[in-house]
């Protein structure tokens, strides 16, 4: 994927910035990879820096309102100072390392509606900084996430919509100040008793925390959300694990411990 754009802040002449990714595809604490291209316009220039920063929307609730922010979460330099003649180009190999909490925005080979993600290229001139365009990135569940994905697929869930939510999770350790909601529809035979389940990823280099939520239906819980579900599992042992199995039995237990019938 590529982007270009004539660097507005430095006026007419200016340099200008071309950014490549070898692959736009990636998946949670990988990397991309790619070069930087930086072009001399009229005369020379001193350049800070180059960095990369990955950005995604972010829904931030206020008050009784709700609004949509474009978030930076994670920014590497790719360069220090240095001085482009008139003209010139220099040209700059990186590699990005995704940060392992990254909201996902693919599943079994679609986007998820309601996501966006991409890689935002920043170049500054006497403190004059252009943030550039940004180029799309698409982020694949890691293994373990898969398995939980098709578990729920195989038990008759049907995504819906997927948004990134500032703020925390209580009881769950997160470095990123937001977390991504994946929404289903109910299966049939849970249909009854919820509206939509909500699934939650935080991934570290050798966990990942999932939290699993349900919408009440007819007013039979209280207000808000029902956390019904927080556990961990290692991306080592993931695969020994039934986990359509494992996930229709924490689903019935917990709807039997709230009365409902399914």
């Not at 392992?100 to 006497?126: D, K």
């Not at 195989?154 to 994946?182: K, N, W």
């Not at 080592?236 to 039997?256: I, K």
């Amino acid at each position: 994927m590529v982007f270009k754009r004539l660097m507005q802040a430095m006026g007419v002449g200016g340099p200008s910035v071309e950014t490549v990714l070898t692959n736009p595809n990636c998946r949670p604490g990988g990397q991309l990879e790619g070069q930087i291209h930086v072009a001399g316009g009229d005369h020379p220039v001193d350049i800070e820096y180059v960095s990369l920063g990955l950005v995604t929307r972010v829904e931030v609730e206020s008050g009784d309102s709700e609004y949509s922010s474009t978030q930076e979460f994670h920014r590497q330099r790719a360069t220090g100072p240095f001085r482009l003649e008139s003209g010139a180009r220099r040209d700059i190999p990186f590699r990005f390392d995704v940060p392992w909490e990254t909201p996902i925005t693919e599943i079994g080979g679609r986007h998820l509606h309601g996501m966006t993600m991409g890689l935002r290229t920043e170049l500054e001139v006497a403190r004059a900084v252009d943030k550039g365009d940004l180029d799309p990135v698409a982020v694949y569940p890691l293994p373990a996430q898969e398995r939980i994905l098709n578990a729920l697929t195989q038990l008759g869930f049907r995504f819906t919509r997927a948004d990134v939510e500032r703020g925390h999770i209580y009881g769950v350790q997160q470095s990123l100040p937001f977390y991504q909601e994946i929404e289903f529809y109910p299966a049939p035979q849970y249909a009854r008793a919820i509206n939509q389940l909500e699934l939650t990823f935080v991934a570290t280099p050798q966990q990942l925390q999932i939290v699993l939520e349900l919408d009440k239906r007819g007013g039979l819980f209280t207000e808000g959300r029902d956390a019904f579900g927080r556990f961990s599992l290692d991306h080592a042992t993931a695969d020994r694990t039934d986990w359509t199995s494992q996930l229709d039995g924490w689903l019935r237990q917990s709807l039997q411990k709230r009365g409902l019938s399914f």
